[in-house]
């Protein structure tokens, strides 16, 4: 029966494997033992080894995310494995091939099916457990200095919240592919400390005073070309002041929970440009230029160029601590999942 369903004849055929599952909002995850389904023929089977934990699951698994799922399921946006099955129309990968998946949720899990159009094959130079660190951080990073802020060399670029994962992530591309300037804004001095050895120029730590006033010693008073904020709230309206003439500011997420009304007056004044980037969302609009933004960051990775920061990783028993490590603000880098 396996053989008819895919092109391989997948071993573990009526092998149940293990899930993580939501199955009431606001609630502990579950581990539970999942029934395998056949794969369609445009589907792949993946044997995941890394899961990367994203905010967004997290938002997902209250109910808060702008993506709603029916109950139970398994969360999980972004996850790297190998190849167990492809189903009859599938080509691009083969049994035994090394991919990382972006599935959307699902991910949290020994096993996963996937739509062939979401794996993208990972270089021979990249491990499994650095690959499951790059597509959303990376990608998201990638798409906002360089597709929304149009970056230039030499530009100084503030990242908030820049020992998370996106932050770190957003130093690595700005610093080693795009060689921009950057100060990270961070909420320790730990933060900050890590921030600068991972690339960034300055830093600020925004807990100890007005984010405004300490780049504005940092740079003077012609401010910073780019923001890139993942904090939103006081810290996004201070960063927004801190803009030079023509600056860019790039709303990518809202940890610190509150969403600001931008002061359209400080647009003007200064010829300032504010933008969103809801990455994800490409992969319905725009998908070449989606798929584009993890090729770049594989190869990234691949040359040598850029370095994910992994800063601890759990198992799938685990998967609560990791949540609660992520939300109460104690995680640097990024958090995986190891289902192996």
Not at 44 to 53: A, L, M
Not at 173 to 196: H, P, Y
Not at 314 to 340: H, I, M, P
Request: net charge neutral; charged share 20%; hydrophobic share 40%.
């Amino acid at each position: 029966m396996a053989a008819a369903w895919g092109r391989t004849a997948w071993q573990g055929c009526g092998r149940n494997y293990r899930a993580a599952l939501c199955t009431e909002l606001k609630r502990p995850l579950v581990i539970e033992e999942v029934s395998p389904r056949p794969v369609q023929p445009h589907e792949v089977r993946v044997n995941v080894h890394f899961c990367g934990i994203n905010f967004a699951d997290i938002l997902a698994c209250r109910g808060q995310y702008q993506e709603r799922r029916q109950l139970p399921f398994t969360p999980g946006m972004e996850f790297s494995g190998m190849v167990l099955e492809t189903g009859t129309d599938v080509s691009m990968v083969k049994e035994g091939d090394r991919v990382i998946g972006l599935p959307g949720f699902g991910g949290m899990a020994e096993e996963c099916i996937i739509d062939h159009k979401n794996l993208w094959q990972i270089p021979e130079k990249v491990s499994l457990r650095e690959a499951a660190a790059l597509p959303v951080s990376y990608g998201t990073a990638i798409f906002a200095l360089e597709h929304r802020a149009c970056t230039q060399p030499g530009e100084t670029v503030l990242v908030t919240a820049a020992a998370g994962a996106t932050g770190l992530a957003v130093i690595d591309v700005a610093t080693n592919i795009l060689q921009a300037k950057v100060i990270a804004a961070a909420g320790s001095d730990e933060k900050c400390q890590l921030a600068m050895q991972r690339g960034a120029q300055s830093s600020v730590n925004y807990s100890r005073g007005s984010l405004k006033e300490a780049v504005g010693k940092l740079v003077g008073a012609g401010g910073v070309n780019v923001v890139i904020d993942m904090v939103g709230g006081d810290v996004f309206l201070e960063a927004l002041r801190s803009l030079a003439y023509e600056g860019r500011i790039v709303v990518v997420g809202f940890t610190g929970g509150t969403i600001a009304s931008v002061p359209a007056n400080l647009l003007l004044l200064k010829n300032v440009t504010a933008m969103g980037l809801y990455w994800s969302r490409y992969r319905h609009q725009n998908f070449p230029i989606f798929s584009r933004s993890l090729s770049s960051a594989l190869q990234y990775c691949q040359e040598g160029h850029i370095q994910p920061y992994i800063g601890e990783v759990f198992k799938l028993e685990e998967v609560n601590d990791a949540f609660l490590r992520v939300t109460q603000r104690k995680s640097t880098g990024k958090v995986l999942l190891s289902l192996k």
